[in-house]
């Protein structure tokens, strides 16, 4: 069960309902689904998941020449994620490695056996990684010897096996290069055999352009041209046209669009809208689906075979619900533990389903999707004026809500400690956002390298700009990152004091919600609570409390463990004389109605202990002394 009171900002509701949790567990448990092993070992309770993106983890290059080359900014290697980096990864409390960007995307980068692309269909001279070429291959730039980059790739997945890691990829569905053509196993390539007379054929691979269609006609005219000083027309397609990745159906896709790419059909014409019921079952025979479906069985099962043990799983609201039903059982068959994230976004009205996207993806058999919503609640109270109040109303309070992937950075988010974002605050917003974001649910958890140091990414880095992101379109390096790298001893010997002190915090919280009271936990808000509480952090002028502090409780009932959660997201202000009210429904949700007495002992942020009675508690609340900017006080209940 899972306990929150809905309310405003004003915070003027003391409404509180209860729900239940249901579906998908992290073992990959599925209702209606017979999961039958087909590999040994046990999946973590809770996915604790480090990204990194390997053309930047080990890249040493500080040359950083805006758009530059690979000889000129180089690229971090599979041999550069070495014993010492996962060691020190694993120390942190890391289950999982996300290890992005390594299926062979399009490149301005030639060699011997796989010649540049031109420069019309890449955003970047490295390549969208998200604009795959080939998704039975991996990128040559990550490899010593390039004809051997498959086996330089296998021995990185053993290595991080050998760590106890869990290894997971990219799996993007949606969409493939514009020049997409698999040499590992060219009858598997995408578009061989396609109707191209027809905009869509069940069977078709891509959704293909007519005279109809916006751009007045042949040839394809992509907006690249127009940056790069091409001619702005792709020679393979000239005589043809195809739907871009983002599904704009146009002979002129503009700068905006995702024009590097096209879109894959999955058996349903996306302009008809986004019922998909018509689709085959979860228990289709391979002969009964259409062609994608049976080619990304191919390519998941390839992949599983190399040890890959999960898939990030892009844009996954943009793929019929029916498919993945289906994917996801195959792909457990081969292996029951196998990791399904989804990056979807309910918002988008290119999904396909009028239901909650996310709550249909996990129902699916996804493990969890992205916990978007609360991550912007988060984001907006430095960028936006939100309240820490309004995160309650953000919460699905559904089977998702401990089911999902909490993240405060990925690739495609901007970095906290960038100047330009987060209100400029600085990294420090990181830790209270974190101590809520992370510890408020059982959910999966994601860092994304260069977070846990406070990496900025500042300065402008090719196609990107310089917009708050650490590029993935070019050659380029982190900059604060390289500092615990350190020469390849990842000791972090290069960093400013506050760097290591943050790398160390965020150890310290993954250390501590690996505690049954949040691994296997229910949750209880308390900020309705306190909203008419001038002593839980309420400033001059504020007519309600709930601004800057969010406080909750976790409690596992088997072990009867209860932690007591708060967060300052204030940057600069102390809360002196804080009081937390714990009302008389938490106690009996904690079950300690009859208790009398009661010690708060500091485990996160402090180690004070409080004692109180319960006329004391009842009375102010649990008094915190101090809570300083950014701080994040965890305290066990006894």
Not at 14 to 27: C, E, F, K, L, N
Request: proline share 5%; hydrophobic share 35%.
């Amino acid at each position: 069960m899972i306990q929150l009171p809905f309310f405003g900002k004003s915070g003027t509701s003391d409404d509180r309902v209860r729900y239940d949790s249901v579906g998908i567990d992290w073992q990959g448990n599925c209702k209606g689904v017979n999961i039958r092993p087909m590999t040994s070992g046990k999946i973590e309770t809770r996915p604790v998941i480090y990204q990194l993106l390997v053309r930047t983890f080990g890249n040493l290059n500080e040359t950083r020449k805006p758009g530059g080359t690979l000889a000129e900014n180089g690229s971090g290697k599979f041999r550069d994620i070495d014993a010492a980096a996962l060691e020190s990864i694993s120390e942190m409390g890391f289950t999982h490695i996300w290890l992005t960007g390594v299926i062979e995307q399009a490149s301005a980068t030639d060699y011997p056996d796989r010649p540049a692309d031109v420069p019309e269909i890449l955003k970047g001279k490295a390549g969208s990684p998200y604009a795959i070429k080939d998704y039975f291959d991996v990128c040559s730039d990550y490899a010593e010897d390039p004809s051997r980059r498959i086996e330089e790739f296998r021995e990185l997945v053993d290595r991080c096996h050998a760590q106890g890691f869990k290894v997971i990829i990219d799996f993007v569905p949606n969409h493939v290069a514009r020049s997409y053509q698999s040499d590992v196993h060219p009858e598997l390539s995408f578009g061989e055999g396609d109707k191209t007379g027809v905009f869509f054929d069940r069977d078709n691979h891509f959704y293909y352009l007519n005279e109809t269609h916006p751009g007045g006609g042949p040839p394809l005219r992509l907006p690249s041209g127009d940056t790069l000083g091409g001619a702005g027309v792709f020679e393979l397609e000239k005589s043809f046209g195809r739907v871009t990745g983002n599904n704009s159906a146009t002979w002129t896709p503009s700068i905006h669009d995702w024009y590097e790419t096209v879109k894959l059909n999955y058996g349903h014409d996306f302009t008809k809208g986004g019922i998909t019921d018509h689709l085959p079952g979860v228990d289709a025979a391979v002969e009964e689906v259409p062609r994608t479906w049976r080619m990304m069985d191919e390519i998941l099962a390839y992949w599983q075979e190399m040890g890959v043990d999960g898939f990030r799983v892009d844009m996954a609201h943009m793929i019929p619900i029916e498919f993945w039903r289906w994917l996801v059982r195959r792909a457990r068959l081969r292996d029951r533990g196998v990791f399904f994230g989804a990056e979807a976004y309910d918002s988008d009205p290119a999904k396909l389903t009028k239901e909650d996207v996310l709550e249909e993806l996990r129902k699916a058999g996804f493990n969890g999707a992205y916990e978007h919503p609360t991550y912007k609640i988060l984001q907006g109270i430095y960028e936006e004026g939100k309240w820490a109040n309004d995160i309650d109303n953000e919460i699905f309070m559904g089977g998702r809500f401990h089911n999902c992937i909490r993240y405060l950075e990925n690739h495609d988010e901007v970095r906290i400690a960038h100047p330009q974002h987060w209100g400029g605050v600085g990294m420090g917003a990181g830790r209270p956002a974190a101590g809520v974001m992370f510890g408020m649910s059982r959910a999966a958890i994601m860092l994304y390298s260069g977070q846990e140091i406070g990496e900025s990414a500042i300065g402008e880095e090719g196609f990107s700009g310089d917009d708050g992101r650490s590029s993935i379109f070019d050659y380029t390096s982190l900059l604060e990152f390289q500092k615990w790298v350190n020469g390849g001893k990842y000791d972090g010997g290069k960093l400013f004091p506050e760097q290591n002190a943050l790398r160390k915090w965020y150890g310290e919280l993954i250390s501590i919600l690996k505690e049954p009271a949040f691994t296997n936990g229910e949750f209880y808000g308390l900020n309705h609570a306190n909203k008419g509480h001038e002593s839980f952090g309420r400033l001059p002028g504020e007519i309600a409390s709930g601004h800057w502090l969010y406080a909750f409780l976790r409690f596992d009932e088997p072990s009867g463990q209860t932690f007591l959660c708060i967060a300052n997201f204030h940057a600069t202000h102390t809360f002196q004389d804080v009081g937390v009210s714990i009302p008389e429904h938490a106690l009996g949700f904690l079950r300690k109605k009859a208790a009398k007495k009661f010690s708060f002992s500091g485990k996160l942020g402090t180690t004070n202990t409080i004692f109180l009675t319960r006329n004391e508690l009842t009375a102010k609340g649990v008094p915190i002394a101090e809570l300083p900017p950014f701080g994040v006080h965890y305290y066990e209940l006894k």
